[in-house]
């Protein structure tokens, strides 16, 4: 036993010893109670107990002092203390801390009207009517104190009257109570809920007094999505200490486990089912509270379908969900609770493209969740552990139309590739297979044309889908859609030396530069060109007629005649020399080394 305890068994015994010699009567009777014993008279306790009538009356024992056990009294020596002070009539003060305690042990001791007038129970019960259970904050607190008095608290309707109180006077005092209330509308409600002031107070209760308490509420006409500030202050409570933002061995006992884990569960039963009801790193908390304490495979998947449910206001760190594995064989992080969530995402979005008329913007979230996943994407490709499978399974379900350019694929695909450089050439080409070469920005086309990392194949389509770009511009045509480029196979050409794609790739970066200034020019030029071809064409047609019977003129009419020069003609020739297929030119050298560029 603590210190502290026998300090304050001690100290009872010293008040009932002094209450003894007031009354100038030696004691008869030796009360038990659990450690602490106490000297007492038999008459003031048999007049008001009838507990005593029946312990006295079978005590076998003939000599003057009568030795009495009460082992599992509600409240211990300390609710004793003060009913035998009620017992002798010594005046104490009757509160919010002590009236659970009080109408609890009175029940036990059976200190009823039929043994005395306005015995303890009456006045117990006149207390917690007309005072305890008038206020909120004092309803709370016996409701907490009677949490320790199980299971008599429940015998006299002592935690169902104050759940009741509760829920009556929290549902008065919330602006999210209303007796036609609709629980069953699942719109997203224009104003967020707000913390009420009681709040704060409901997280001293035990969890199955607080999911009592909410329960009570609903079925008075709390709105559900009410509920969620006070299950997040709850919950943050409660869960306070678990290490669920870094790797390590558990450093939890067993028993603080499982009373968490039910906590947690409980949280997650009564979360509200209204969309955006609750904040998406406050899911994401829960999730990783839910891996972390291996609650059921129920829990978390409710909580991952949750997150799918919002994940276009989710940020990269909602979604970077350590995996709680503590071996190095593993990854850093939970992908596939990542790709579950994404999954159900998509799942919803097809739902809700079947349904929806209300005009919700499901492109623009799309397209956030397209730039989210491929920013997870980047930041899990530098893990080593990350397998290929993982990586090209979870790309392959971002949508392609939520992929508005293709620079955040290259980014993760290239990081990734830097990150894994024994992969073989056919794993090389499956990653690179994840993004759509027409969809680069010419920033990100300029990068991967001298990425080494690349497969020469993705090299070659790179520069192809850029020299038709140029060509769409020149021609005013950039509407029509590019041919596909023609494969490179071994039967056609043979596969090109990487250090001669390097030579040819830097000669077309700057023939590129030229090309963008020559562009301007000669646009600005091409009606002048047209016409000057239109003149000479009338020329010779006048030159040819006047001519015909001369020698030359016949010489002329044995040839065809050769064909004109025109805009698309001189821009075709500078934009050939781009050598798209990469046919090395002879006399090609390795460039310097400080020419190669790398994006990290």
Not at 10 to 19: D, G, I, L, P, V
Not at 183 to 212: G, M
Not at 303 to 318: H, S, T
Not at 406 to 431: F, Q, T, W
Request: aromatic share 6%; net charge neutral.
């Amino acid at each position: 036993m603590s210190a502290k305890k026998k300090d304050l068994l001690s100290s009872a015994m010293k008040r009932t010893s002094e209450w003894i010699s007031s009354q100038e009567v030696s004691s008869d009777v030796t009360v038990h109670v659990g450690e602490a014993s106490f000297s007492l008279h038999k008459f003031p306790l048999l007049s008001k107990c009838g507990l005593f009538k029946k312990l006295v009356s079978e005590s076998t024992n003939d000599s003057d002092a009568t030795v009495i056990k009460i082992p599992d009294i509600p409240g211990g020596s300390e609710a004793f203390e003060l009913t035998t002070k009620f017992c002798y009539g010594i005046n104490f003060d009757m509160s919010t801390e002590n009236i659970a305690m009080l109408r609890c042990a009175s029940e036990y001791l059976e200190m009823t009207e039929e043994h005395s007038v306005e015995n303890l129970i009456s006045r117990s019960e006149a207390y917690l009517n007309e005072v305890a259970l008038k206020s909120l904050s004092s309803a709370i607190t016996v409701l907490h104190k009677s949490e320790e008095l199980l299971p008599i608290a429940e015998r006299v309707k002592l935690v169902s009257r104050c759940i009741d109180a509760i829920a009556y006077m929290t549902c008065q005092e919330s602006q999210f109570c209303s007796p036609t209330s609709n629980n069953s509308n699942s719109e997203v409600v224009s104003k967020q809920p707000v913390v009420d002031w009681w709040a704060e107070d409901l997280t001293v209760l035990r969890i199955d007094s607080f999911q009592r308490v909410l329960i009570a509420m609903m079925a008075r006409g709390f709105k559900q999505y009410g509920l969620g500030p006070v299950l997040m202050l709850y919950a943050q409570k409660s869960l306070r200490g678990l290490e669920i933002f870094g790797k390590g061995t558990k450093k939890i006992e067993p028993k603080q486990e499982h009373e968490k884990r039910v906590i947690l569960e409980t949280i997650v039963s009564l979360l509200p089912r209204e969309r955006n009801a609750m904040s998406v790193s406050f899911l994401s908390m829960l999730l990783r509270a839910a891996i972390y304490l291996e609650t059921t495979v129920a829990c978390r998947l409710d909580l991952e379908k949750r997150m799918g449910l919002q994940l276009p206001q989710a940020v990269l760190d909602d979604l970077l969900i350590p995996s709680y594995s503590f071996t190095g064989e593993h990854s850093l992080f939970d992908t596939d609770t990542v790709q579950r969530i994404l999954m159900n995402y998509l799942e919803f979005e097809v739902e809700g493209v079947r349904l929806s008329n209300n005009g919700v913007d499901l492109a623009g979230d799309m397209e956030r969740v397209g730039k989210l996943m491929e920013t997870y994407l980047a930041e899990i490709a530098s893990d080593r552990n990350v397998s290929l499978q993982k990586f090209t399974g979870l790309a392959e379900l971002i949508p392609e139309q939520s992929r508005v350019t293709e620079d955040g694929m290259y980014r993760a695909v290239d990081i990734y590739l830097k990150a894994h450089p024994n992969m073989s050439d056919v794993e090389r080409k499956k990653v690179c297979s994840l993004m759509d070469c027409q969809k680069l920005s010419r920033e990100a086309c300029a990068h991967a044309a001298q990425n080494d990392r690349l497969p020469v194949q993705t090299i070659v389509q790179v520069l192809y889908y850029e020299q038709q770009r140029l060509r769409g511009e020149v021609t005013n045509d950039s509407d029509s859609p590019a041919p596909p480029p023609p494969q490179p196979t071994a039967t056609v050409l043979p596969p090109p030396k990487l250090s001669s794609y390097n030579d040819e790739l830097s000669k077309v970066k700057r023939e590129n530069q030229d090309l963008k200034l020559e562009l301007l020019k000669m646009k600005m030029k091409l009606k002048e060109f047209e016409k000057e071809n239109n003149e000479k064409k009338s020329s010779t047609t006048t030159t040819m007629s006047s001519n015909h019977s001369s020698p030359r003129s016949t010489a002329s009419m044995d040839k065809p005649p050769l064909p004109r020069k025109s805009f698309i003609n001189s821009v075709s020739k500078k934009l050939g020399k781009l050598n798209p297929f990469g046919i090395p030119p002879r006399g090609r050298t390795k460039p310097p080394k400080d020419r190669r560029h790398s994006i990290s």
